[in-house]
């Protein structure tokens, strides 16, 4: 598809956006002419998606950030203000699947290092994000949560806790930020083939066996592509979506229609 400039002269901080659909949402918005902050602690990848962004004509710039670290989020958002100007779209993406065991076998610290990522990181950033927003009276905010943030399933715990969060946290600050023209939405992915996945079917086994019973799961019969999740972003970061807030956008295959 030929690209319209959807969310032309938009800033835009994309983070995990180094691989999967960080990186698919990374080049679809530059492509309708947003410039992104391409943000994540892969940086050989961050700054490889950054060449091809250029290469195809568009505009970013990589920054190393761990969300969970609040002074590396502070600095990164005054860094990426002073470079494009006031942030206009925040794509809170950065997330790790965690520790796959049962309630009682998980860990104090593997429960921590997952909420820091999941729901501490999607905090900082937008709490860091606000008030440039603020100040602006716009502003789209777009959290990655998950299928596993509506139904639940019998593994990951912590991720499930994680993803709920991430659900709630975008209806309260829809309702706190919307006097300020601010819009907070979150999407529900169902499994997407991308990293993540790849390397969870790794640690089970036989990999295209795991792709293939993943994919039944979802009515359509497969997984989803990044690009399937980085088409919803484009509709909530552009004002196509301008009366939409506190949403939550589930593009599942069909998973939870059940
Ligand atoms: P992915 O392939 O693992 O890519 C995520 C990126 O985020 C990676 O580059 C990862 O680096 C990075 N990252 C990890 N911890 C970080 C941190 N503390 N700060 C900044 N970046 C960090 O994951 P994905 O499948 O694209 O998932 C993206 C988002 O969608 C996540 O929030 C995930 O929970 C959600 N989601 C995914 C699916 C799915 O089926 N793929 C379904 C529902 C929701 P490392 O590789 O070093 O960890």
Sequence with gaps: MSPSGRVRGEVAVITGA???????????????????AVTDVLDKEGAALVKE???????????????????????VMEQVKAKYGSISILVNNAGISGADKPTHEVTSEEWDRLMNVNVKGVFFCTKHVLPQMMKAKRGSIINMSSIYGLIGAADAPPYHASKGAVRLMTKTDAMLYASYGIRVNSIHPGFIWTPMVENFLKSKGDVEAGKKAIGGLHPLGHMGDPDDIAYGVLYLA??????????????DGGYTAR
């Design 18 to 36: 180094s691989l999967g659909i960080g990186r698919a949402c990374a080049l679809m918005l530059a492509n309708e002419g947003a410039m992104i």
């Design 53 to 75: 962004i250029h290469q195809q004509g568009g505009e970013a710039t990589y920054w190393h950030l761990d969300v969970s670290d609040e002074a590396e989020v502070t600095a």
């Design 238 to 251: 552009s004002s196509e979506s301008k009366f939409v807030t506190g949403s939550e956008l589930i593009i």
